[in-house]
C-alpha cells in the first residue's frame, strides 16, 4: 500500500518509519497539510493519513475518491476536520487513534495549571535578570479546592485521578458518567453547578455543535470571580474574544490555552519571524495571566510511538474489522 503522510514533521517520520519498518507500506513523508490545494499531491497512492489541521472536507474527500485512495488514516483522536458524511458517501474508510497515552495531556492540563498558579513563566524570566523579587508571584494551594472538569473519557479521567492526588475536590460532567471516578470520590453535576462551584474549570471534551463556544459571556456569568480556565481539548470550545473580555473584567483570573480556536493558520510552524494576522490571538498573549502553548499536550515519546503504531496497524487492517472503535466511516 503506498501512503501519503501530510503534516509531517521530522518527528513524525522518525516514529511511523520505525513502525512501518519491514512491514507492507510505502509512506511517502508531506510536510504540507491536506487541502484542496495540495489534493494533487495524492496521485498514485492508496491511503492518507493525516493529522489535526488538515482540511478533509466533502470537496477534497470527493478528489480523494477520484484519485483512488481508499482509506485515511488520521494520526489523532479528534476528527471534527474531517467530513465522515462525505467519507461515507464515496466508500472511504476513515481510522483514527482513539487512545494515545491519555496521561500526556491530563499532565499537560496540570502543567499549565500549576505554571499559571505559581507563576513559574514569569520567575523564570526574573531570575535569568537576576531579579530575585517575590511580589506578584503569589500562589495558591491547590489542596482543598474546587476542580471541574467537562468530559470523563480516557483523558479527562486521567486529569481527575492526577487532581484528587493533589487533595483536590473534583467535580465532573460528561454524558456518561464513570462509576470508576464516583468510586474514587469525584461527583457528577450539572454544568451550571460546576460553573458555579469550581475554583478550576479544565475542558476535556469533543468539539460538536453542543459543544462549540462552550465557554463563553452567558456560561463565564455564572462561574466564580477569578476563575482559571484550562483548555487541552479542542480551541473552538473557547470563545476567545468573549474569554479576553472576561480577562478584562477579572470574571477570569486566569487562563491556560494548548489549543486555540484559529489554530491551523500558526500552530505547528515556526512563525518568529512573521507577523502573526491574528489580532485576537496576539491581544491574548499580553495578558500576564495567560499561558498559551502550541498543541503540544500530546507531544510525548509514549503517545508518539503509540500514535505511529495505531497508524500503521490501522492502514493494514483497513480491510478486516479488527481495528473495530478505530473506524469512523
Known amino acids: ?84 458524511d462525505a467519507a461515507k458517501k464515496e466508500g472511504i474508510k476513515v481510522f483514527h487513534v482513539p487512545d494515545y497515552s491519555p496521561t500526556s495531556v491530563a499532565e499537560h492540563a496540570v502543567a499549565l495549571i500549576m505554571t499559571l498558579n505559581r507563576k513559574t513563566h514569569r520567575a523564570y524570566h526574573r531570575v535569568k535578570e537576576g531579579n530575585f523579587a517575590l511580589e506578584g508571584l503569589m500562589g495558591f494551594n491547590l489542596a482543598g479546592k474546587t476542580v471541574g472538569c467537562i468530559g470523563t473519557g480516557r483523558i479527562g479521567a486521567a486529569f481527575c485521578r492526577i487532581m484528587k492526588g493533589f487533595g483536590c475536590k473534583v467535580l465532573c460532567y460528561d454524558l456518561y458518567p464513570s462509576q470508576a471516578l464516583i468510586d474514587q470520590g469525584c461527583q457528577y453535576l450539572t454544568l451550571d453547578e460546576i460553573y458555579q462551584q469550581s475554583d478550576i474549570i479544565s475542558l476535556h471534551c469533543p468539539l460538536n455543535e453542543s459543544t462549540h463556544h462552550l465557554i463563553n459571556k452567558h456560561s463565564l456569568e455564572k462561574m466564580k470571580d477569578g476563575v482559571m480556565i484550562i483548555n487541552t481539548s479542542r480551541g473552538a470550545l473557547v470563545h476567545a474574544q468573549e474569554a479576553i473580555d472576561a480577562l478584562y473584567s477579572g470574571k477570569i483570573g486566569y487562563l491556560g490555552l494548548d489549543v486555540y480556536e484559529q489554530e491551523n493558520k500558526i500552530f505547528f510552524e515556526d512563525m518568529s519571524s512573521h507577523i502573526i ?53
Open 1 to 84: 500500500m503506498n501512503v501519503a503522510v501530510f503534516s509531517c514533521k521530522p518527528y513524525d517520520k522518525r516514529t511511523l518509519a520505525t513502525f512501518a519498518n519491514d512491514k507492507a507500506l510505502s509512506m511517502s513523508y508531506f510536510e504540507s497539510r491536506l487541502s484542496m490545494e495540495t489534493i494533487s499531491l495524492v496521485q498514485g497512492f492508496d491511503a492518507v493519513s493525516c493529522f489535526v489541521n488538515d482540511d478533509i472536507n466533502a470537496k477534497v474527500i470527493h478528489l480523494l475518491k477520484q484519485q483512488g485512495v481508499k482509506t485515511i488514516a488520521l494520526r489523532c483522536a479528534g476528527f471534527n476536520n474531517v467530513d465522515l
Open 277 to 329: 494576522q491574528d489580532s485576537v490571538f496576539q491581544l491574548m498573549l499580553t495578558f500576564p495571566n495567560v499561558v498559551v502553548t502550541g498543541h503540544q499536550g500530546y507531544f510525548t515519546i509514549e503517545a508518539l510511538n503509540h500514535i505511529a503504531e495505531t497508524t500503521v496497524d490501522n492502514l493494514l487492517h483497513h480491510q478486516s474489522d479488527s481495528s473495530g472503535a478505530r473506524q469512523l466511516a
